[in-house]
């Protein structure tokens, strides 16, 4: 009889402690994958930052935005591995996004 009750307190006690734990885990998940989300979006827009600096010949623009495009890259790499590989809607992304500039300019005049 007494060893159940120990045993019962023992259950109860482990289950309370067991709480407390569960949504800290939950937050500590979601949390990288919002950073993760942020440095992505980042890298995406330093990333065009670059190539605009490419269009205008302005050498010190590129190199710092494809620098700091390596250094959140990294930061990505080590905080997110799903993240590693390029996602194959990439090349079409750019095809579209290339194209929308070229009918910007011919339809807008050269804007």
């Not at 937050?27 to 990288?32: D, E, F, K, L, V």
């Not at 995406?44 to 205008?56: L, N």
Request: proline fraction near 5%.
């Amino acid at each position: 009889m007494e060893v159940q009750r120990i045993a019962a307190i023992g259950a109860v006690l482990s289950i309370l402690l067991a709480i407390p734990a569960a949504p800290a885990t939950a937050q500590q998940r979601q949390r990288p994958r919002a950073e993760c989300v942020k440095l992505t979006q980042q890298i995406a827009r330093y990333s065009r930052d670059a190539e605009w600096a490419e269009e205008r010949d302005n050498e010190l623009w590129e190199a710092s935005n494809l620098a700091r495009v390596e250094h959140l890259s990294e930061r990505r790499e080590k905080l997110c591995p799903e993240y590693r590989r390029e996602s194959p809607l990439v090349p079409i992304v750019r095809f579209l996004d290339a194209a929308t500039r070229a009918a910007t300019r011919y339809f807008l005049g050269g804007l």
